[in-house]
T-cell receptor, first 114, second 111 residues
Framework: DAGITQSPRHKVTETGTPVTLRCHQTENHRYMYWYRQDPGHGLRLIHYSYGVKDTDKGEVSDGYSVSRSKTEDFLLTLESATSSQTSVYFC?????????????FGSGTQLSVL | SQQGEEDPQALSIQEGENATMNCSYKTSINNLQWYRQNSGRGLVHLILIRSNEREKHSGRLRVTLDTSKKSSSLLITASRAADTASYFCATTGAGSYQLTFGKGTKLSVIP
């Protein structure tokens, strides 16, 4: 999957606990994205990054924070997980963020919040 | 909010038949892309069509775009069992580089 590694691949956690998902890329692409995928909603953008320490909100950013301290790593944190955050989370990358550019996706993290 | 809406939600065909999926969107776009997602995997880019293009081909894939109707179609010819997957359209609009995805069409190709 285009040099993108998401970890963990599966996680079960309890409501109210903090959770951090990691995305690691080996492509040296500038842009990185976090999406969530839910039945009936397709993919929705949570946050994205356009460089080290440069991030911005997407469509469904409430309850999530992100950090990018290195080009290759983009972390997604749920400060206090809720059951509504049960989802499959995908990281994606693109080289320049241009609107005619394709995204490369990781294999996803299945998160269950009980 | 979703920009693209795929139709049908699910499609089942026999191997060798053609599969057609449609995508409708609400606001003007710069580009439209199609992605495939195999079960349990991430999305894979298939093809991009620009707003000033009407048709594009890539192997067994044919994509059309009708900006007057705000719709696109993806045709897969001579389908194979390996084409079984979900297919998503995604758009970028004026002034935004963010891709907005539809809910997808689940295609099943029966051997």
């Amino acid at each position: 999957d285009a040099g993108i590694t998401q970890s963990p691949r599966h996680k079960v956690t309890e409501t109210g606990t903090p959770v951090t998902l990691r995305c690691h890329q080996t492509e040296n692409h500038r842009y990185m994205y976090w999406y969530r995928q839910d039945p009936g909603h397709g993919l929705r953008l949570i946050h994205y990054s356009y460089g080290v320490k440069d991030t911005d909100k997407g469509e469904v950013s409430d309850g999530y924070s992100v950090s990018r301290s290195k080009t290759e790593d983009f972390l997604l944190t749920l400060e206090s997980a809720t059951s509504s955050q049960t989802s499959v989370y995908f990281c994606a990358i693109s080289e320049t963020g241009a609107d005619n550019e394709k995204l490369f996706f990781g294999s996803g993290t299945q998160l269950s919040v009980l | 909010s979703q920009q693209g809406e795929e139709d049908p939600q699910a499609l089942s065909i026999q191997e060798g038949e053609n599969a057609t999926m449609n995508c409708s969107y609400k606001t003007s776009i710069n580009n439209l892309q199609w992605y495939r997602q195999n079960s349990g995997r991430g999305l894979v880019h298939l093809i991009l069509i620009r707003s000033n293009e009407r048709e594009k081909h890539s192997g067994r894939l044919r994509v059309t775009l009708d900006t007057s109707k705000k719709s696109s179609s993806l045709l897969i010819t001579a389908s194979r069992a390996a084409d079984t997957a979900s297919y998503f359209c995604a758009t970028t609009g004026a002034g935004s580089y963010q891709l907005t995805f539809g809910k997808g069409t689940k295609l099943s190709v029966i051997p």
